[in-house]
Every structure is written in C-alpha cells, then in structure tokens.
C-alpha cells in the first residue's frame, strides 16, 4: 500500500518554495536580513494563530499487522487523555506503554495499543507529539480516527507533519525533499540517494559551500567599510579569487552529476526498438522475467508501447517495447509505429533489435533502400545498443559459410536495425522496413518464423539441423561485431542473454554516474529545482570573477552566489555575513 497521501507533499512542497520571493522567511527561523541592516527578532505569533492539533494515518492504508497513528499539536496529550482510562496516566516520553484505548463518547474500548508520546520541543515536528500503534484493521483504524475527530482534533493536511517539521528548523527542504524520495524508494540507490538528502548531508554540503562564500565575502566588506588603500583591496582580492575559483569547481562537479542523480529518482528509460517480428517482445519478456507483452509469429503484433519496471545494478529501469518499425498501410500499426519512434527518442538507452535470420545477406536490404526509409531521429545523447536476436537460427549458416558469415549476418541486422556501422547512430537511418517494398522478403520471413513457430519447439532451431557449435565456437565466430557493440543473442535458447544484461547493467550504471562495483552513495543534485539553483550560484561566481576589479559589484555577486545555494536548502541568512566579518576582523584594532 501507499504511504499515507501526505507525501504528494514533498511535491507541493517544492512548488511553495519556488513561488517564494527572495526573502522567504521560514516560520520560527532566523530573520534574514540584508548586509549592514540590522536584525529584529520575529515577533512571537499571535495567541489565536497558534497552531490546531492535527492527527492522521501515518502507516499505509489497509489491513496490516500495525498502524501507526500520528497526533501532532499542542492538544496532543489532553486528546491522550481523553482515549485512556481516567486513573490511567499518561507514559513518560519517549516509553511505549501498553494502553487501553477508549471511544470519548462512552461506547467502549477502541483497541488496546502501544502509545508514545513526544513532547515538544524533541519531536518530529517540534510540537508536542503522540504515536498510537493499533491493531492494523481498516475497522480500528476507523474507529481510532472517528475519535480523534470527535475530540476536535484536525485531521492532517497532506505533507503537513513535515510542513511543521521544516517550519519549526527541524528539516531544510532537502531533507523534506529526501525524506519524500526515501518513503518512495524502490531501488537501493533510491534508498541510498534519499538517506543522504534525508539525513542532513546535502544540507551540510550547501552550508559548508556558503560558509566559504560568505567568508570571502566578509574579507572584501571590510576592505569596502574600512576604506583600506587600494593595494591592500588588490591583495584581499586577489586572496579571495582562487577561493571562489575552486568552490564554482566543486559545485560545477555536482552539477555534472546531477543527470544522474535525477536519473536514479526517476529510473532509466530503456527502449526496444527494430523490425517486425525481430524477438522485441520476446527479449522484454525474458528480461522482466514473466509474459508482459504478446509474442506471436506475425509481424506487427505489438501496437501499444508495453513498460515493465526491473532493477538493474540497484537501478530502477522502465523497459519499453515497442511496435515494430516499419511503413505501413494500417492506421493502428501507424499508430503503434509513431509511438515506438517518441518512446525512442525520449530513451536514455535504445536496444537496437534486429533478427539475425532475416538480414542475413540475401535478406539484407540493399545500399539505396536505406535512403528511402524514414528516419528514427534519436537523441545523440542516449545511448545505443545493438541486439542480433535469433542466433539459435544461424547455426546452419556459420557452418556452410564459416564465422564471416555469421559475422556478417550479425553486421547486416544490426545494419538492417539501426541503419549504419556505428554503435551511436546520428540521425539514425532506420530501422523501418517499407512493408509493401519488402515485400517477398518479409514474407519469406513470415511464413519462415510461422512455419518454424507451429513446429514443435525443436525444430524451431532451423530449418537444417545446425552443427551446433560449442559455444566457446560461438563467441570466436562472433568476436568481431560483440566488439563493435553488437550482442547475439537468441530469446528461444537463452544464447548471449546473461552477456547482454551484463553489458545493459553497466551502461545503466554509466548513466547514473557509478562505475566499478562500489556502492552507489547517491548524488548531490537529484532534482531540477537544486540544478537550477546551483547553477545561479555557479553564473554568479563566473561573474565574480569578471567584476573583481569593481569590488562593490563582486561582493554583489557572490552575495547572488550565496543567495542562490540558500534557496536550495531553503534558508538564506544575509545576516551571518555580520558575524563572519567580526569573527575574521578585530574590530578593536
Ligand atoms: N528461433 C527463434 N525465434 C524467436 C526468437 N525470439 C523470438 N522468436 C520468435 O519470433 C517471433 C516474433 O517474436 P516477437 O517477440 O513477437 O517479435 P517482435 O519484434 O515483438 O514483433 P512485433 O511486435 O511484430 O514487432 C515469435 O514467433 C517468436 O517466438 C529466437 O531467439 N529464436
Ligand atoms: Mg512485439
């Protein structure tokens, strides 16, 4: 089930804060004010704005052994008392206490529970706070939330727990932010990710990177407030410059990452793309591991894209399969073709599939066909895969013609799918077959595979009983295209398949920026809102470096940089710069 609804939060969360002016100012947080303003302490908010007493289902919904029940406010202890005995006394902090939970309208016994309680300020959200373990019936649970409501309590807003957590200085957006990937997370490099945002890291990471700013930044305003001679100005100028040039490097670093890090949140897109009939649904399926899409002898049978989630390395990949790529008459197989040329285009990886039996050299299709297909435009920066599917049906041919035959056959399928030598194809030719061009050829193909499909499995390995060379054979035959980046594989035998999730698994990793076999510890930047932040600071901090002369408009610009790695965690103290600078100079002297 679901985490309770209150995670659309992180999501609302965000936008807030992107709707905020500049000079936000988190309830309960510091006042920030301008450099040589001077600061005023928030006024202490009105009594009749103090905050209601909100309860809600914390666990997910549905029938679970436990769930957990959270009550957050300042009437969170008298609405305990209202649901225990009258000679029961409230638990101590912090001590799971067995209790007899009652209705407040006299009706009887709720449930017998653990209860906790957390009074404020050492609690989640800063508030007084109780926790109610039930028996996880959906009943109790409704009998439980019926009360709560009875006793006048607020039933919570989605993300509203960890609203009042940020707002009280006990999380930075993003921890909030992680905290929502972590309740999310279905891979272990989401898990890993999350737990660094979740925990605090990032935000360490911004302040150490703004602590440095701002203490530059307290070295040019002294020289601007003390008036020192213009050499001096030159020397502190100068000391400052590499410090600002090495800090824009290390966030320009995280910056480089950040696909990555947006990547593992969202999963890898990897599309399979080639031909009618090449063994595309057939691959999807022996790589999710049950029947996802219908295979069937006849080309054409795949319209609609089929997505099935897996894990690869500990990364969450969609995997799509799509129709075959080809021209043709049908308004739905159009459809189905323009679909499967979008999902393509949108793919961090395209599995280039292409069948072996079918573009073997009297199948391939000749020099000029290639000029009259349509392109498949994909995207240069997606990285390509080819895919020679039913090799079980080149054995005959690797014996009569030897491994340059086979080699070739390999060559011309993946020609035939991706429509040139190269692995990454610019502009890719492709892989459409003209259907009523083809024609005898796809034909034969057709009727070849359907005839071979009604065949008892056996005979499906060819028409000729092959050699069957070993495969120690096989990978000699093959050495030359598996170097070029082509994989054989056959989806009826299982040939070459645990080879090619291998190599899948490692440009999966390449993607999301982990190589070798060390942990994924999870990137700095995981969302569009920290890349775009990041990236104002790093402008900034290039345009520092222009302004360094006119030390007035640099110190603006790195006060800019400061703002902008603010903005990410969600607190902007202009005002530290005030204690940076006492702290660097003896104003005595
Ligand atoms: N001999 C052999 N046949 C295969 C292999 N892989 C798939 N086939 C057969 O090839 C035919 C087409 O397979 P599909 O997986 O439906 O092919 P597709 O590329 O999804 O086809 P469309 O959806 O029509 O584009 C089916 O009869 C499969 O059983 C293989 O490795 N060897
Ligand atoms: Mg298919």
Redesign the pocket.
């Known amino acids: 089930p679901r985490p309770s609804a209150s995670w659309a939060a992180a999501a609302w969360f965000s936008s807030a804060w992107l709707a905020d002016s500049v000079n936000f100012v988190p309830a309960g947080q510091k006042l920030h004010v301008a450099s040589g303003g001077s600061a005023t302490p928030p006024p202490p908010p009105p009594l009749e704005q103090q905050r209601d007493t909100i309860f809600a289902l914390s666990s997910g919904a549905g029938r679970s052994a436990v769930a957990v029940v959270r009550i957050s406010g300042p009437g969170a202890d008298a609405a305990l008392r209202r649901l225990m005995l009258a000679n029961a006394a409230l638990p101590p902090p912090r001590a799971a206490a067995l209790t007899s939970l009652q209705a407040p309208d006299g009706t009887g016994m709720l449930d017998r529970a653990l209860v906790l309680r957390f009074p404020g300020p050492r609690s989640f959200t800063g508030e007084d706070c109780a926790e109610l373990h039930l028996h996880g019936s959906p009943a109790v649970v409704r009998a439980v939330l019926g009360a709560l409501g009875m006793l006048r309590l607020r039933p919570a807003e989605p993300g509203e727990f960890s609203r009042r957590a940020f707002d009280a200085g006990k999380l930075d957006l993003t921890q909030v932010e992680g905290l929502a990937d972590l309740l999310a997370a279905e891979t272990e490099s989401q898990r890993r990710q999350a737990l660094l945002h979740s925990t605090g890291a990032v935000r360490r990471q911004h302040e150490h990177w703004r602590q440095t700013l701002l203490t530059c930044l307290a070295r040019l305003e002294a020289v601007i407030d003390f008036g020192e001679d213009e050499e001096i100005a030159d020397d502190v100028a100068a000391g400052v410059l590499p410090l600002v040039q090495a800090l824009q490097q290390e966030v320009e670093g995280h910056l480089a990452a950040a696909a990555g890090g947006e990547l593992v949140r969202s999963g890898v897109r990897v599309v ?1 793309v ?12 022996l790589l999710a591991g049950h029947e996802a ?11 609609d894209p089929v997505t099935v989630q897996l894990e690869l390395g500990g990364v969450k990949v969609m995997l799509t ?5 080809r021209r043709t008459q049908c308004p739905i197989e159009a459809e189905g073709v323009r679909r499967a040329v979008a999902a393509a285009q949108q793919a961090h990886l395209v599995l280039h ?1 292409s ?1 072996a ?1 079918a573009s073997s050299a009297e199948e391939a299709p000749d020099e000029g066909a290639g000029e009259s297909m349509p392109e498949l435009p994909l995207s240069p920066h997606a990285v390509h895969m080819r895919v020679v ?5 080149l054995g005959s041919r690797r014996t009569a013609a030897g491994p340059a035959a086979g080699a070739a056959a390999a060559a011309a399928a993946a020609a035939a799918s991706s429509g040139g030598g190269s692995l990454v194809p610019a502009g890719v030719q492709a892989a459409c077959v003209d259907e009523s061009r083809e024609g005898a050829a796809a034909g034969a193909a057709c009727s070849t ?2 005839a ?2 009604s065949a008892p499995p056996r005979m ?3 028409a000729a009983p092959p050699a069957a060379p070993d495969s120690a054979d096989r990978q000699q035959n093959f050495a030359a295209p598996a170097a070029a980046g082509m994989h054989l ?5 299982g ?1 070459g398949i645990e080879q090619l999730v291998a190599a899948l698994k490692q440009q999966v990793l390449a993607l999301v920026g982990q190589s070798g076999d060390a942990g994924f510890s999870g990137a700095l930047v995981t969302r569009a809102r920290h890349r775009h932040h990041l990236g104002e600071a790093v402008a900034a901090m290039r345009r520092y470096k222009a302004a360094a002369g006119e030390i007035e408009l640099a110190c603006e610009e790195l006060r800019a940089a400061a703002r902008s790695l603010g903005r990410v965690v969600g607190a902007i103290d202009v005002e530290e710069v005030l204690s940076s600078l006492f702290e660097e100079f003896c104003i005595g002297k």
Not at 274 to 285: E, F, I, Q, T
Not at 293 to 303: N, Y
Not at 321 to 325: E, I, K, M, R, Y
Not at 389 to 393: C, F, H, I, P, R
Request: aromatic share 2%.
């Open positions: 399979i080639g031909p009618p009939n090449a063994g595309k649904s057939s691959l999807l399926n899409a219908i295979v069937s002898p006849f080309a054409g049978t795949t319209r399969d799509s129709a075959g790529l599939v069948d039996a599917n039913k090799a079980d049906l595979t359907a071979a499909a499906q390995q060819g594989v056959s989806c009826q035998t040939e």
